[in-house]
């Protein structure tokens, strides 16, 4: 399995499979209509019953953190606010874990792999695992009272249900019959592991190895692994578990995905370089000039052709069918060492990538050029067997210009022109030690290829692909500049309301 923009052949047989097995999935998905009605029964019996009546030392919030400075501290900012509402309910005070802290493999942020820690560790004396993201904003008072609900001495995988809208490439066109059925959690708006639960993952995970060489969609594969092929649990939805609907029910929401940190970075201190080869010239590249191009300061199409009419520029590297890893270490090389010498930032994109520059301007003024940064939507290769995470290519790669000088200062280089050119990225950093830093708000396919309730709490960065769509629309419809600026008035708006 390659990355969507690269699987090519490689996915038909993956998603053969997945097309020939759909009608056993739906009919094992149909079975957990009886589980959910079980689950419900179970949960009936706990209102009557009241034992529940947890306290919060029984929970172990874990927040899905980062190490790049200022991810760092926006967790410590939400641990805190979970330590203050804490102590003013006079309780003993809940574990709080930060995510990046707790391991030093690479895979940390897949989650499954550190449920045999937290089996060890909590197993005796907690009764639930709570997960939240960054952004996530809790309600202490509230999550108590939601979590009551359920016999924390049973099986539980709580969370905002997500569905698929269609069959998508990203899910491997999992449940093709009817995407509908299969339920994911939206991790932005928290989720939730009984212990029971994470003690029988835990022993699966000691009998048998993880199967996927990548990690993709982590929400979904999550979901997918605790389902099991219809032997484990579905999600149950908790309507409590919010993430655009702030309310006094609700126990979770999110402040804004658009981060908030003064003024946008200056557009003369971001270059974009446009990977594009000769036969896609006439029909990607103006639809790059009719929408994007224009917010860039500077911007340059690289190809294996040189077009004066565009322009572009000529790098001397054959064009290759799949990976573009020489032409993206030479455009790496050109940046660093040829030009460009006090442009912080560098962004590099397909020609068939739909991004807003003004949106990517006020992330960056989140993020110290100065450090070592390489960032977008984070995918893994191998996680559970020594592998490496990497920035998936087609919803673009943000380098500072500190982790590119880094990345040329080692030998570490393409074993060749056509390798996959983000996860030879991706191995660089990782063996350099610099880690990728995630942004949901990058995206690696279309729109439709995501729920809409996932896509409704984000102001999206980026989106990739034209198949089957119109790129135009897409961009005027999810990046256009106009919808950023709303996006940001709100984003001010919910920042004063949180002072």
Same mark, same amino acid.
């Given at each position: 399995?390659?990355?969507?923009?690269?699987?090519?052949?490689?996915?038909?047989?993956?998603?053969?499979?997945?097309?020939?097995?759909?009608? !056993?999935?739906?009919? @094992?998905?149909?079975? $957990?209509?009886? +589980? =959910?009605?079980?689950?419900? /029964?179970? &949960?009936?019996?706990?209102?009557?019953?009241?034992?529940?009546?947890?306290?919060?030392?029984?929970?172990?919030?874990?927040?899905?953190?980062?190490?790049?400075?200022?991810?760092?501290?926006?967790?410590?900012?939400?641990?805190?606010?979970?330590?203050?509402?804490?102590?003013?309910?006079?309780?003993?005070?809940?574990?709080?874990?930060?995510?990046?802290?707790?391991?030093?493999?690479?895979?940390?942020?897949?989650?499954?792999?550190?449920?045999?820690?937290?089996?060890?560790?909590?197993?005796?004396?907690?009764?639930?695992?709570?997960?939240?993201?960054?952004?996530?904003?809790?309600?202490?008072?509230? !999550?108590?009272?939601? @979590?009551?609900?359920? $016999?924390?001495? +049973? =099986?539980?995988?709580?969370? /905002?249900? &997500?569905?698929?809208?269609?069959?998508?490439?990203?899910?491997?066109?999992?449940?093709?019959?009817?995407?509908?059925?299969?339920?994911?959690?939206?991790?932005?708006?928290?989720?939730?592991?009984?212990?029971?639960?994470?003690?029988?993952?835990?022993?699966?995970?000691?009998?048998?190895?993880?199967?996927?060489?990548?990690?993709?969609?982590?929400?979904?594969?999550?979901?997918?692994?605790?389902?099991?092929?219809?032997?484990?649990?579905?999600?149950?939805?908790?309507?409590?578990?919010?993430?655009?609907?702030?309310?006094?029910?609700?126990?979770?929401?999110?402040?804004?995905?658009?981060?908030?940190?003064?003024?946008?970075?200056?557009?003369?201190?971001?270059?974009?370089?446009?990977?594009?080869?000769k036969k896609f010239h006439g029909d990607r590249?103006?639809?790059?000039?009719?929408?994007?191009?224009?917010?860039?300061?500077?911007?340059?199409?690289?190809?294996?052709?040189?077009?004066?009419?565009?322009?572009?520029?000529?790098?001397?590297?054959?064009?290759?069918?799949?990976?573009?890893?020489?032409?993206?270490?030479?455009?790496?090389?050109?940046?660093?060492?040829?030009?460009?010498?006090?442009?912080?930032?560098?962004?590099?994109?397909?020609?068939?990538?739909?991004?807003?520059?003004?949106?990517?301007?006020?992330?960056?003024?989140?993020?110290?050029?100065?450090e070592p940064v390489f960032l977008g939507e984070?995918?893994?290769?191998?996680?559970?067997?020594?592998?490496?995470?990497?920035?998936?290519?087609?919803?673009?790669?943000?380098?500072?210009?500190e982790a590119i000088r880094r990345l040329l200062?080692?030998?570490?280089?393409?074993?060749?022109?056509?390798?996959?050119?983000?996860?030879?990225?991706?191995?660089?950093?990782?063996?350099?030690?610099?880690?990728?830093?995630?942004?949901?708000?990058?995206?690696?396919?279309?729109?439709?290829?995501?729920?809409?309730?996932?896509?409704?709490?984000?102001?999206?960065?980026?989106?990739?692909?034209?198949?089957?769509?119109?790129?135009?629309?897409?961009?005027?419809?999810?990046?256009?500049?106009?919808?950023?600026?709303?996006?940001?008035?709100?984003?001010?708006?919910?920042?004063?309301?949180?002072?």
């Amino acid at each position: 399995m390659l990355p969507p923009a690269r699987r090519g052949r490689r996915l038909a047989l993956p998603a053969l499979l997945s097309l020939l097995t759909c009608s !056993l999935a739906f009919a @094992l998905v149909s079975e $957990d209509v009886k +589980k =959910e009605a079980k689950q419900s /029964k179970n &949960l009936e019996k706990s209102d009557i019953s009241k034992k529940n009546d947890i306290d919060l030392k029984e929970i172990v919030f874990v927040i899905q953190s980062q190490s790049n400075s200022f991810h760092v501290k926006k967790a410590e900012q939400l641990k805190q606010s979970i330590l203050k509402q804490s102590a003013a309910l006079t309780q003993e005070m809940p574990t709080v874990l930060l995510l990046h802290q707790l391991a030093q493999q690479e895979g940390a942020w897949t989650i499954l792999p550190l449920l045999p820690h937290f089996s060890v560790m909590y197993s005796r004396n907690s009764s639930w695992i709570f997960f939240c993201e960054e952004e996530t904003r809790i309600q202490i008072v509230q !999550l108590l009272e939601t @979590l009551r609900r359920y $016999d924390p001495s +049973k =099986e539980w995988f709580l969370g /905002k249900a &997500l569905h698929d809208e269609e069959s998508t490439i990203i899910h491997h066109y999992a449940f093709s019959e009817n995407p509908t059925v299969f339920k994911y959690p939206d991790l932005a708006a928290g989720w939730a592991l009984s212990i029971p639960l994470v003690n029988k993952l835990t022993k699966r995970l000691k009998s048998e190895s993880l199967k996927s060489d990548f990690t993709i969609d982590l929400k979904h594969e999550i979901a997918l692994y605790i389902w099991d092929g219809g032997n484990g649990l579905p999600l149950t939805r908790v309507p409590e578990f919010c993430t655009d609907v702030v309310g006094s029910a609700c126990a979770t929401s999110l402040q804004s995905s658009l981060p908030l940190c003064g003024n946008p970075v200056k557009k003369e201190d971001i270059f974009v370089a446009v990977k594009t080869c000769k036969k896609f010239h006439g029909d990607r590249i103006p639809i790059v000039k009719q929408t994007w191009a224009g917010q860039a300061g500077h911007l340059e199409y690289y190809s294996d052709y040189a077009d004066s009419s565009i322009p572009t520029v000529d790098l001397g590297i054959p064009n290759t069918d799949r990976g573009h890893c020489g032409k993206t270490f030479a455009i790496l090389e050109r940046f660093l060492n040829h030009s460009h010498d006090k442009i912080p930032w560098l962004v590099i994109v397909d020609d068939d990538t739909l991004i807003s520059i003004s949106r990517l301007r006020h992330l960056l003024s989140c993020y110290d050029a100065r450090e070592p940064v390489f960032l977008g939507e984070r995918y893994g290769y191998g996680l559970g067997t020594g592998g490496y995470s990497y920035v998936t290519g087609g919803g673009g790669m943000v380098f500072s210009r500190e982790a590119i000088r880094r990345l040329l200062a080692s030998k570490c280089r393409c074993y060749s022109n056509d390798a996959p050119d983000d996860m030879v990225l991706g191995m660089c950093f990782s063996g350099l030690g610099i880690p990728v830093t995630h942004s949901p708000l990058f995206h690696q396919a279309r729109p439709v290829d995501y729920p809409k309730d996932f896509l409704s709490h984000q102001v999206p960065v980026s989106f990739h692909k034209h198949w089957n769509i119109d790129p135009v629309k897409v961009y005027f419809t999810w990046l256009a500049p106009g919808e950023e600026d709303r996006a940001r008035e709100q984003s001010r708006r919910g920042l004063r309301e949180e002072l």
